[in-house]
């Protein structure tokens, strides 16, 4: 077996944030470095107040390079607290091992990154030295440019501790089985980073536990909402909206008013276009909700128009053929809403496809569908900072 790098093993740092200042937290930017500054910009991030970044910083996204640099320049001015998260230790360990089939995964696994996501933080480091990436290219060798070229990048992500706590909250980015993170360190941090499916455990902690990778979407099972999901009486607050990881996804960022009192809203961003209504809508009374782990449809027919209708759990329910996996045809490839939502004219929402006889949007937070006319919005905000 490997030994394991130090980047992969549990290290624990521990912060305590002043009564009265605005603590910042999100997670799961996964590359994407225009969203990120969006939502700072959006919740009017001053060195009045602390940042924390709870892991993911990488993969997923066009900019994962660019969001290392933007939070390396913020370290320097600001009170920011990094995070690893999974994706992140996972493309550091392969970058700083010296074992080729190690490096070998990474290079490998690079391709898929680029053509589902559009790109990959390696690819954007072999562009940037002007290396083209090609299958049978020496990899050994690009490694030790990449080393070499990008040692100040690679020292920042090395340094990211697993666990940052403080009197009130402990932020991780997977999950924690409880609260004596001292018995952690030095451990492998991998269960506490890839922490599938944390709220199933049943877990409560005597102080707030944030945490990102799992996005808070997949624990609602009646609306499709990316918001953050703070539980108050299990002190769990779920950060990740699924940028990257959905198109449909949004960059949240949780703002704890006071680290002395349960008070938090939140902002969010995207890359998305936006568009603004010309007619009211009024929501669905009955509509279905097909989560993603739970994504298993019986084939009905196409209906012609790009549409195909499915049964599930015996409702039939019209999705985008798009939605369809192509190599598992008896499942879709994401989550899906045939929801209607409530909309006034005027209202600005993000449009993830626009399908010519409806628009498939998010607004607040929720995924639906506008069916009437619309006009573009872009730079238009949808709203204002939000309750938890």
């Given at each position: 077996?490997?030994a394991l790098?130090p980047?992969?093993?549990?290290r ?6 002043p ?7 999100l ?43 933007t ?15 999974n994706?992140d230790?996972?493309?550091l ?27 990959c933080l ?76 944390f ?8 102080k ?23 539980l108050r ?9 699924g ?9 949240n960022?949780v703002i ?14 995207d890359d ?6 010309l007619e ?5 009374e ?14 009905l ?10 049964s ?9 053929d798009e ?14 809403t ?11 929402m993000?449009?993830?496809r ?11 937070g ?13 730079g238009?905000w949808?709203?204002e900072?939000?309750?938890?």
């Amino acid at each position: 077996m490997t030994a394991l790098l130090p980047c992969q093993t549990v290290r624990v740092v521990r912060a305590d944030f002043p009564a009265g200042q605005r603590v910042l937290i999100l997670s799961d930017v996964h590359g994407h470095d225009t969203a990120l500054r969006r939502v700072l910009r959006r919740a009017a991030f001053s060195r009045a107040d602390s940042l924390v970044v709870v892991g993911d910083l990488l993969e997923k996204g066009r900019e994962s390079l660019p969001v290392v640099r933007t939070l390396m320049v913020l370290s320097k001015t600001h009170s920011v607290h990094v995070l690893m998260g999974n994706m992140d230790v996972f493309t550091l360990s392969k970058l700083l091992s010296d074992d080729p089939e190690e490096q070998h995964v990474l290079f490998d696994y690079a391709p898929m990154m680029a053509s589902w996501w559009g790109g990959c933080l390696l690819m954007e480091m072999c562009g940037e030295l002007g290396i083209p990436f090609r299958e049978g290219m020496d990899e050994a060798g690009t490694v030790r440019e990449i080393r070499r070229h990008f040692e100040e990048e690679l020292t920042f992500l090395s340094g990211l501790p697993t666990i940052l706590e403080t009197p009130r909250m402990t932020f991780v980015h997977g999950g924690l089985p409880h609260l004596r993170v001292d018995e952690l360190i030095g451990q492998d941090s991998n269960p506490y980073l890839k922490c599938d499916d944390f709220l199933s455990r049943g877990l409560s902690f005597p102080k707030y536990v944030a945490v990102g990778h799992w996005p808070a979407v997949l624990y609602r099972d009646r609306f499709m909402d990316m918001s953050p999901l703070l539980l108050r009486d299990r002190r769990i607050l779920c950060l990740d909206g699924g940028c990257g990881v959905k198109k449909s996804g949004q960059l949240n960022c949780v703002i704890w008013r006071d680290p002395q009192k349960d008070r938090f809203s939140f902002v969010w961003e995207d890359d998305l276009p936006r568009i603004r209504a010309l007619e009211d809508q009024a929501p669905s009374e009955d509509f279905t909700y097909i989560r993603y782990h739970d994504r298993q449809v019986e084939i009905l027919g196409k209906d012609g128009s790009g549409f195909t209708l499915v049964s599930w759990h015996g409702r039939t329910v019209r999705v985008p053929d798009e939605a369809l996996d192509r190599g598992h045809p008896d499942r879709l490839n994401t989550d899906y809403t045939d929801f209607r939502l409530p909309v006034r004219a005027g209202d600005v929402m993000s449009l993830i496809r626009d399908f010519g006889a409806g628009h498939y949007v998010r607004k607040d937070g929720v995924l639906g569908w506008y069916d009437g006319p619309a006009e573009p919005a872009d730079g238009a905000w949808q709203g204002e900072e939000k309750e938890l």
